[in-house]
């Protein structure tokens, strides 16, 4: 071999050895494999074993009776092994260990120890002697338990020094919101996280009564004042809320003190696998806008609603926006024949298709591409799969977009209405539910006024069918709530994005105020009302506190880690055409009827006889047809004597 050969392979050998490789390879190597684990293991076992006959030896006795003790000593060996299979100790990581793989190997060293007592017992009733003296057995269980958990100990210490980011001045400081046992899951799988997101600098006691003691080496901080203050003593950034037994009231206390000082809050669900490290660290996200809102959750009567969708084929119209999607996959949940999702917008409709096809249900699902506009292609799909529950979602809802194209809003929300009204009457639909809107009441814009119209229309249907006294005709229900969080046009994902481009905020007003409440609250009471209704009802939903739409801006500034009107701006637009700066869930001459659920009310509108509202409505499309923005508008203002335009250049048709 030659002199540069030599050089070259004995710079090889030390660059591979040196200690930044080490170092390297030690990060890079994610786990121990079981093989390396299981020579650890056998080491130990073997010390603990010649430990014991050390100690044994000392005293005058024999740890084994027999002069040949190889034999006897693989079998201790082969036992051990054998109860380490049995009771899984290498399914964990060694350096993920808990008190559980500890427990793991405790009961496979008792259970040796049982089996070589039991050994003994043998022996010695059948031949006078024992192979193995017990004192001995029980003194090398001992050994070999402490040797086996200690060492997964070191390995676990090992491991954290260096696969740990803590010292990482780039992390932000965080403290924990709790002491009990979720708070302690949830700081040990953000320990061991990787990644590493948070420097955990302490838990916050709120009862002050751990101030002198110390969890996972952290401080425990007994919070006497206001949180942020406490914070700041320590130099945190943010905080994770993991007491389970705040309430939401308390919950929304602490929230609103660090949104105020722009500290970050993120919230974790009650851990109910403790052992899931992984699954345990994914949980702790940054708090939502929906988290902030000051609701209960909602109770369903599960056996009415059962009672009408089980083994029934359903029909949902608008299957692919963000309400009928969700009316989907809650009908599934009560296992009816047949869904069929209908919607004219082919995208969406084929990502819910995806969405649905990979889940394990045995109800048949539908997916149709057809207009309600479209009654031949409505009456195929009713005399094809003969629905026997109705939830009719589909609508243009754009409040700006329907006042500048207000022949849209009458051909799909008042004519598309009526298509699937007259058909679940044609076909005999059992129930018949309507998903209409808070715009509806003493509408200021078109898109309202065409709802209210379709309210009118579907109501007047169910006093037809009264008169006529037809028990077998279809129940029709009008559910109406306000703005989603979430949904297609909601401020929030609008924010959202105005957000992450740096700003600025859009809004209309300084004072405009909604009624908001989440994709899945608003489903589930559509769901309810259509379960209890008997039909003519218009149901209105509790939504809740108003909430001011610059607060929510300001909030969700804060909750993206920003300031307000300095790091995002917030800009004041104007009123939008039709927009008014409050909305309401009922007429000025409504009232209201309670009922056995407290967040459902039944609105008590003003019913018109069929064939009048009929003419009327029949006239408002044929005008609809010709696309004469004035005309049609006018038609409306007739049929909805309370429809007002508001900041519209329909507001000369009021005079």
């Known amino acids: 071999m030659s002199n540069y050969t030599k050089r070259e392979l004995r710079r090889l050998i030390l660059n591979v050895f040196s200690g930044e490789n080490l170092i390297l390879n030690i990060r890079n190597l994610s786990y121990l494999p079981r093989w390396i684990v299981l020579g650890i293991d056998l080491i130990v076992l073997i010390a603990s074993f010649f430990f014991t006959k050390l100690i044994i030896n000392g005293i005058g006795l024999h740890y084994i009776g027999f002069e040949n003790k190889a034999p006897y000593i693989c079998l201790i060996l082969g036992v051990n092994v054998f109860f380490f299979w049995i009771f899984r100790t290498y399914a964990g990581i060694i350096r993920h260990s808990s008190y559980t793989d500890a427990i793991k190997l405790l009961f496979s060293q008792i259970s040796v120890l049982v089996f070589f007592v039991i050994v003994n017992t043998v022996f010695q009733y059948f031949y006078g002697f024992k192979i193995y003296l017990n004192t001995a057995l029980f003194m090398n269980m001992v050994l070999s338990f402490c040797g086996l958990f200690l060492y997964r100990v070191v390995v676990k210490q090992v491991f954290e020094q260096f696969f740990s980011e803590r010292n990482n001045v780039n992390l932000p400081r965080t403290v924990i919101y709790g002491t009990d046992a979720n708070a302690l899951a949830v700081a040990n799988a953000l320990k061991l ?21 110390r969890m996972m080496d952290l401080p425990i901080l007994i919070q006497k004042k206001k949180l942020p203050t406490l914070m700041r003593s320590v130099g945190a950034e943010g905080v994770i809320i993991a007491d389970k037994s705040l309430s939401k009231e308390e919950r929304l206390l602490i929230v609103e003190q660090c949104l105020e000082f722009n500290y970050k ?11 899931n490290q992984k699954e345990i660290s994914q949980k702790v996200k940054n708090l939502q806008i929906e988290d902030l809102l000051d609701r209960k959750p909602i109770v369903l009567d599960g056996k009415s609603i059962s009672k009408q969708l089980k083994d029934k084929t359903v029909l949902i119209t608008g299957a692919a926006g963000s309400i009928g999607s969700e009316i989907v996959r809650q009908v599934l949940l009560f296992h009816p024949k047949k869904i069929i999702a ?19 249900t045995e109800v048949t699902i539908v997916t149709v591409v057809a207009d309600i506009r479209n009654r031949d292609a409505m009456n195929r799909v009713f005399n094809d799969y003969m629905p026997e529950v109705v939830y009719h979602a589909a609508a243009y809802k754009h409040v700006p977009l329907m006042e500048a194209n207000p022949s849209q809003a009458i051909l799909t929300n008042v004519d598309g209405t009526k298509n699937i009204a ?62 989603v969080l979430g949904s297609n046009g909601s401020v929030v994902p609008l924010f959202t994005r105005q957000i992450a481009e740096g700003g600025p905020i859009t809004i209309t007003h300084p004072d405009i105020i909604r009624y908001f409440m989440t994709i899945p609250e ?92 009929h003419d009327e409505i029949e006239e408002l499309i044929t005008i609809a047809n010709f696309h004469k923005k004035e005309a049609i508008v006018a038609k409306m203002k007739k049929i909805v004597p309370e429809f007002k335009s508001m900041n519209s250049t329909y507001e000369v048709l009021d005079k």
């Open 193 to 213: 996280e990787k990644p590493t997101r948070f420097k955990i600098v302490g838990f916050v006691d709120r009862n002050s009564q751990n101030s002198s003691k």
């Open 265 to 275: 809050v993120y919230i974790v669900p009650l851990i109910t696998d403790w052992e």
């Open 342 to 360: 209908l919607d004219q917008a082919e995208t969406p409709l084929h990502h819910l298709c995806l969405e649905l096809s990979a889940l394990n």
């Open 422 to 483: 007259d058909l679940s009457c044609k076909y005999k639909v059992k129930s018949f539910v309507m998903v209409s809107t808070d715009k509806a009441v003493n509408p200021s814009n078109v898109m309202g006024a065409s709802k209210r119209i379709a309210e009118k229309y579907v109501q007047s249907l169910q006093l037809k069918s009264n008169v006529d006294r037809n028990a077998k005709s279809t129940k029709f229900i009008t559910t109406r709530f306000g703005n």
């Open 522 to 613: 608003a489903c589930q009471l559509v769901l309810e009302a259509g379960a209890m209704g008997k039909g003519g009802e218009i149901y209105i939903f509790d939504m809740g506190k108003p909430v001011k739409i610059i607060d929510l801006a300001r909030k969700m500034i804060k909750l993206a880690g920003f300031v307000p009107d300095e790091d995002i701006k917030i800009k004041i637009v104007g009123l939008r055409p039709g927009e008014k700066l409050y909305e309401e869930l009922l007429n000025d001459t409504s009232k209201t009827i309670p009922t056995h659920h407290h967040k459902i009310m039944i609105a008590e509108e003003i019913q018109e006889e069929f064939e009048i509202l």
